[in-house]
Nanobody, 120 residues
Framework: QVQLVESGGGLVQAGGSLRLSCAAS????????MAWFRQAPGKEREFVAR????????NYADSVKGRFTISRDNAQNTVLLQMNSLKPEDTAVYYC?????????????WGQGTQVVVSS
């Protein structure tokens, strides 16, 4: 089992920045690929960004590319999401997720989420 706890959400004006953090515990963190997802009110959960086990590989949704940066610190068991140039459409609950199945590429562990609200 892996336990994930997100923090860093809040209210910010459009154009501002926030940094989300996800703290992991329970298993060897470096064995897991990690990702951030988000879910806006009335919408389905969507992929935001992912990072490989060593941090050398990252991918982003087109909607956040160039504005968000995902990173990880395997010594501190954390994954970060730096969000710049925030837009009202970035308003959502942001979830941290972990997985270690290279065949299915599923994310089996999820945090409880942290709310981000971007005002116009």
């Amino acid at each position: 089992q892996v336990q994930l706890v997100e923090s860093g959400g809040g209210l910010v004006q459009a154009g501002g920045s926030l940094r989300l953090s996800c703290a992991a515990s329970g298993r060897t963190f470096s064995n897991y690929y990690m990702a951030w997802f988000r879910q806006a009110p009335g919408k389905e959960r969507e992929f935001v960004a992912r990072i490989g086990r060593s941090g050398g590989t990252t991918n982003y949704a087109d909607s956040v590319k160039g504005r968000f940066t995902i990173s990880r610190d395997n010594a501190q068991n954390t994954v970060l999401l730096q969000m710049n140039s925030l837009k009202p459409e970035d308003t959502a609950v942001y979830y941290c997720a972990a997985g270690n199945n290279d065949r299915t590429r599923r994310y089996d562990y999820w945090g409880q989420g942290t709310q981000v609200v971007v005002s116009s």
